[in-house]
Every structure is written in structure tokens, then in C-alpha cells.
């Protein structure tokens, strides 16, 4: 499972194009914008300065030469629902994907309903935790669950796919109690994927529990994927890139 990583110069910048190679399938992840406004407390975007939305034609070029067996991913730095027009333009002018990925973290979830082609977009919510008082202190610039659960259902069933991405933290969020609140929330046909924390020198460590989170679930009828092997590759040789910076003139 090659995992690669391209840098591309734009406006002085340099980007990472994260590509991760599947047996069927190719992963294009891209950034949607410059900075990341929302700061999660363990991701490494915090650190970095927001400036703007990429524009749909700067998006273009991050994503390169496409064809019908890639997912075209707006899951790199930035908030896409900030930046959905941008994004739109992208959704309704590409044919030669095999479908698109956005992954939001709790902002602006109405814009949910205003995302084009809705039957080609795979939607991931950036979850970690199914417990508001958690998650303020997680996500610090999110919406309460209980709004972006009720936009969620709404959606049901428009789009290609409703994903969950849980990273389980050492107690914070991967308690039997935490496993009982992520399926309260959760319908059994959106699919859990957890992923493991990338960075630990932010005061997180990684949760001793993921294969109990992951067993619980999938014996309670829910659909659920580990992602283990791909975050180890991109936390031991990616991971410090996975922000823009500046190119020195």
C-alpha cells in the first residue's frame, strides 16, 4: 500500500499532495485552502498561519492528471465546507474520477445540502469524540453534535457515502461509556473509520483500546474500518509536512 507525497509550488507556497495507492483505487488528497481556521488541538494545522480558500483553478493543479480510478479527496488542510463554491466548480466540471471525498469537521454544515452531485461525493465527518464537552476542547471551532447530526440525516441517503473519522486518545475518548455515546450517534449504514492519532507530542497519546472500539462496533451491527498501516506510513514519513510553507525567494 504505496503512500506518496508531492509538493507543488503555487503563490510562493509549497502544498503536499497526499497519494495513497490501493489495490483498485487511487487517493488524491488535496488541500482546500491556506491555513486551517478551525485549529484542532492535536492536528499539526493548529501551528499554522490561515490566509485564504485556494481557488478552484489552484485545486486543479494540486490535484494534477486524474482518471476513473481515483477518489479526488478535499481532506487536507483546511475546512472545504468554507470553501464549497470552490469546491463545486471542481465536482461540476470533473468526469474522470471515480468519485470525490470531503471531510468537514463541524462547521457551516448547512452548506451540506448546497455540495453538487451529491451521488459522486463521499462524506467524512472529523468526529474523535461523541461528547460535546470533548469535542470543545478537541475541535475548538465546531457546531454542536446535536446540529450537525440532525444536517447528517438530512443528507441521508444523497450521497455516495456518510463516513465517521474517530482518532481514539488515551482517555479522552475511548471509554466503554465514549463507545456507547459514538453509537448512539451513529446509524449503522455510515461507516466508522478510525484512524490512529498522528501526533503525539501535543499531550495525546494514542488509545490502547482501538481493536475493543473496533470489535464493539462491529459486533453491534455497525459498519467499521481500522486504518493502521496507511496513518503509520504518513506519521513516520509524512506527517511534518502535511501543512504549507513558505518558499524562501
Excluded at 483498485?24 to 485552502?33: A, C, E, G, L
Excluded at 482501538?210 to 504518513?234: A, C, M, P, Q, W
Amino acid at each position: 500500500m504505496p503512500v506518496f507525497l508531492d509538493q507543488i509550488h503555487i503563490d510562493h507556497k509549497t502544498f503536499p499532495v497526499l497519494k495513497i495507492i490501493l489495490k483498485d483505487r487511487k487517493i488524491v488528497s488535496i488541500p482546500t485552502q491556506i491555513g486551517c481556521p478551525v485549529r484542532c488541538s492535536f492536528c499539526i494545522s493548529k501551528d499554522s498561519v490561515f490566509e485564504r480558500n485556494l481557488t478552484s483553478e489552484e485545486m486543479r493543479l494540486l490535484a494534477g492528471n486524474l482518471d476513473n480510478n481515483t477518489i479526488l479527496s478535499f481532506t487536507g488542510e483546511g475546512e472545504p465546507l468554507l470553501n464549497y463554491k470552490n469546491i463545486n466548480s471542481i465536482i461540476e466540471s470533473t468526469n474522470s474520477v471515480e468519485s470525490f471525498r470531503i471531510c468537514f469537521s463541524g462547521l457551516a454544515t448547512r452548506r451540506l445540502e448546497r455540495i453538487s452531485n451529491k451521488d459522486r461525493v463521499r462524506l467524512q465527518f472529523s468526529m474523535h469524540s461523541p461528547k460535546n464537552s470533548v469535542r470543545s476542547r478537541l475541535i475548538t471551532n465546531t457546531r454542536p453534535l446535536e446540529e450537525i447530526k440532525e444536517t447528517l440525516l438530512m443528507v441521508d441517503g444523497l450521497y455516495k457515502e456518510i463516513a465517521i473519522n474517530y482518532v481514539p486518545m488515551n482517555g479522552v475518548n475511548d471509554s466503554d461509556e465514549d463507545i456507547d455515546a459514538l453509537m448512539e450517534f451513529v446509524k449503522p449504514n455510515w461507516h466508522v473509520k478510525i484512524n490512529p492519532l498522528l501526533d503525539e507530542t501535543v499531550g495525546f497519546t494514542k488509545s490502547k483500546r482501538v481493536d475493543i472500539i473496533h470489535d464493539r462496533l462491529k459486533e453491534n451491527g455497525f459498519l467499521v474500518s481500522k486504518y493502521n498501516k496507511i496513518g503509520s506510513t504518513i506519521k513516520n514519513d509524512f506527517y511534518s509536512y502535511l501543512t504549507y510553507s513558505r518558499v524562501i525567494k
